[in-house]
């Protein structure tokens, strides 16, 4: 039995950490960095992939491993010159989603560099989906953390019913 448990936390960890994103991350203000600017190629970009890709957290020291890739994209509306970001951010578990960049899209306009940006805030993730408009949606990591939680208290339990010889 305790073989049987020790795979099931194996197998927890091991997705539990393959979770974390590999993001692009760059920035590109009137194609000063082809390798970021639209159209985006990823064919001659590993150096400007980060994996895992790591981010901040409100209120917490450090860095986490990033729950969305992210573009920022846009023109600056003082010169039309565009502005590219590409980058990762993290879920910091607040309860409403305005004020979460990564659990949804938006565009219109937002000052960027003190500036004024016509653009969209994408968010994102599968790994490396930031090279375009944004990917499907998965569940976050803490989803799969419990639900790995859960299969191991199954296999405790399962095991302390097991008669002793």
């Known amino acids: 039995m305790k073989s049987l448990l020790t795979v099931a936390l194996l197998v927890?960890?091991?997705v539990t950490g393959a979770l974390a994103l590999d993001c692009f991350k760059c920035v590109s203000v009137g194609g000063s960095n082809p390798s970021c600017e639209e159209p985006f190629h990823n064919n001659y970009t590993s150096s400007i992939l980060e994996s895992p890709c790591m981010g901040g957290r409100k209120g917490r020291n450090g860095v986490f491993p990033a729950t969305a890739c992210l573009k920022l994209a846009g023109v600056y509306e003082d010169s039309g010159q565009s502005m590219v970001v590409r980058g990762?951010?993290?879920?910091s578990g607040t309860l409403t989603v305005d004020t979460e960049i990564v659990r949804m899209s938006h565009c219109g306009g937002f000052y960027f560099d003190a500036r004024y940006v016509s653009g969209c805030l994408l968010s994102c993730t599968e790994?490396?989906?930031n090279l375009g408009l944004g990917g499907p949606l998965r569940p976050p990591n803490e989803h799969v953390a419990f639900v790995c939680l859960l299969v191991t208290m199954a296999v405790l339990?399962?095991?302390?019913t097991v008669p002793f010889n």
Not at 88 to 91: F, I, K
């Open 157 to 160: 339990l399962g095991a302390s």
């Open 127 to 129: 790994d490396g989906c």
């Open 88 to 91: 990762c951010g993290l879920d």
């Open 12 to 14: 927890c960890l091991a």
